[in-house]
C-alpha cells in the first residue's frame, strides 16, 4: 500500500533552510482533504517515523508537526526527540488548565512550541503565547497593523514565521515587517512523499495493548505476540530505532526493542496506528511466505544446535522480503533497522550461515533441488526432516491465519 506524507520548506531571513512543515495526504493527491485532526496527527506520525525516514524528511533540520488538544494533553509530541522537531499547537486547541500544563511539561523538558495559523483578538490565549516559541501567522490574510503590533509586542521574546507568503512583494514586506522565518508558495508547494507500506493486523495490536495494560506486563508474552506480525514487527523495530532512541546497540531480539522503547512508549505507538486504522495488505502472500520462512529458519537454528541465536534466524526470514514489499532496496531499508550486524548481512546477501539457510529456503521453493540437497548434507540433515521442518512452518503459519479469521469472526 502506498503512503504520503507531504512536506513545505521553511526559509530564515538569508533564505536558509529552517526545517520543514510535516503535512497529511490521505492519497497522491497533494492537498488536505477533510478529516478528523487526530486521525491525521496519528497518520502523519505514524508514517514519518514509522514507514518513511524522518531523518531524510527534515534533512538534518526540524520537522513542524500539528499537534492536536488530545495528543498535547497525551504527550505524544514525546515519540519523537526535541532537538528534531517543533510543537504546532492547532488554532482549535481550547487553552485549559491541562492543554497549560501539557505544554509547561514539554516546554521545561526542552521542546519548542509554535502556535499555529495566529487567531488576533482571541481571548483566554495568553498564557499560550508566554510559552510559545514561534508565532505562525497566516501574512496574506491577517490585517498589516494587527501583524505589525503582535511584532512589535513580542518581538524580543519570540520568533515569528510568516505562513502563505505567496509572492515576491508579501516576501519583501513580511522581510521589512520583520518577521523570521518564512513559508508558502512563493518558495514551494508542499512536495509529496511517498513509500509502500506493510499492513498490519488490528489483532495483533488489541493483544499487545491487552498484555501492556495489565498491572505486570509479561514482555517476552508481547514480543511474541508481534514477531508474528510481520508489519508490526517491523514497525516496532523502526520506532526503536528512531532518532529518539538511537541505535549504539544493534537490537537482536524484538523482546530488546520493547525494552529499548519501554512499555509506555510501546503503548503510545500502538494507540497511534490504531487510529491510523487498519490497511489491507497489497502483497498478503509475500507477507505469508515471509512468515513461512522466518518460522523454518527459527526450526533450522534448532535442528542443528544454533537455538541460542533463534531469534536472528526468525528475523532473516520475515524480514528476507522487505525489499519486495516496500519496494526500496533492501540497504535502505536495513540501514533504517536496529538488527544484528549479522542479520543485516545476511539479509544483504553475504553468505554467512544465516544467509546460507535462507538461500537454502529459496531454493526449496523454487524448486532447486541440488542447492537443497547440498545445504541438507552440510548441515547433517535429512531430505525427509527438512521436507517435516518445512511442513511444521507451513502449518505454524496456517494457525496464525486461522486465529485471526476467527477473531474477525
Known amino acids: 500500500m502506498n503512503i504520503y506524507v507531504a512536506r513545505q520548506p521553511i526559509f530564515d531571513r538569508k ?51 500539528n499537534f492536536p488538544q488530545a495528543f498535547l494533553t497525551h504527550q505524544l509530541p514525546r515519540l519523537l526527540p526535541q532537538q528534531k522537531i517543533i510543537v504546532e499547537i492547532l488554532e482549535r486547541v481550547e487553552p485549559g488548565r491541562d492543554v497549560i500544563n501539557a505544554c509547561q511539561s514539554l516546554k521545561d ?19 499560550l503565547i508566554q510559552l510559545a516559541d514561534l508565532i505562525k501567522v497566516e501574512f496574506s490574510r491577517a490585517k498589516i497593523k494587527d501583524q505589525l503590533h503582535l511584532i512589535n509586542q513580542y ?45 498490519f493486523q488490528e ?107 533463534e531469534s536472528d534466524y526468525f528475523i532473516t526470514g520475515i524480514f528476507s522480503s522487505l525489499d519486495r514489499i516496500l519496494d526500496h532496496s533492501m540497504d535502505k531499508i536495513v540501514g533504517s533497522l536496529p538488527l544484528d550486524q549479522e542479520v543485516k548481512n545476511a539479509l544483504l546477501g553475504d553468505r554467512n550461515e544465516l544467509r546460507i539457510c535462507l538461500d537454502a529456503v529459496f531454493a526449496f521453493e523454487q524448486a532447486q533441488w541440488e542447492r537443497v540437497n547440498t545445504f541438507i548434507d552440510e548441515h547433517k540433515l535429512t531430505n525427509d526432516r527438512f521436507m517435516a521442518l518445512y511442513l511444521k512452518a507451513i502449518k505454524w503459519q496456517r494457525a496464525l491465519s486461522d486465529q485471526d479469521d476467527h477473531t474477525h469472526q
Open 15 to 65: 533564505m536558509n533552510l529552517y526545517g520543514y512543515e510535516l503535512l497529511y495526504r490521505k492519497n497522491d493527491k497533494n492537498f488536505f482533504q477533510e478529516t478528523d485532526d487526530n486521525q491525521a496527527t496519528a497518520s502523519l506520525l505514524a508514517n514519518s517515523v514509522l514507514v518513511i525516514d524522518f531523518d531524510e524528511l527534515i534533512e538534518g533540520t526540524r520537522g513542524f508537526i
Open 109 to 127: 523538558d526542552g521542546y519548542s512550541l509554535a502556535l499555529d495559523d495566529f487567531i488576533f483578538g482571541r481571548q483566554g490565549y495568553e498564557e
Open 155 to 199: 518581538k524580543k521574546e519570540k520568533v515569528f514565521l510568516a505562513e502563505k507568503v505567496e509572492t515576491m512583494q508579501d516576501y519583501q514586506l513580511a522581510l521589512a515587517m520583520g518577521y523570521d522565518l518564512f513559508q508558502g508558495y512563493f518558495f514551494s508547494k508542499p512536495v509529496l512523499v511517498n513509500a509502500k507500506e506493510i499492513g
Open 203 to 309: 489483532t495483533s495490536l488489541i493483544r499487545v495493548l491487552k498484555e501492556l495494560h495489565r498491572p505486570e506486563p509479561d514482555l517476552d508474552q508481547i514480543a511474541k505476540i508481534i514477531q508474528l506480525d510481520l508489519g508490526l514487527a517491523y514497525k516496532l523495530l523502526r520506532a526503536a530505532n528512531t532518532v529518539q532512541y538511537g541505535a549504539k546497540y544493534p537490537i537482536k531480539s524484538i523482546r530488546q526493542a520493547l525494552t529499548r522503547l519501554g512499555a509506555k512508549e510501546t503503548m503510545q505507538w500502538i494507540h497511534v496506528m490504531l487510529l491510523k486504522g487498519v490497511q489491507k495488505l497489497d502483497n498478503a502472500e509475500l507477507v505469508k511466505l515471509s512468515l513461512i520462512r522466518g518460522k523454518m529458519l527459527s526450526l533450522i537454528a534448532n535442528e542443528t544446535g544454533n537455538n541460542a541465536n
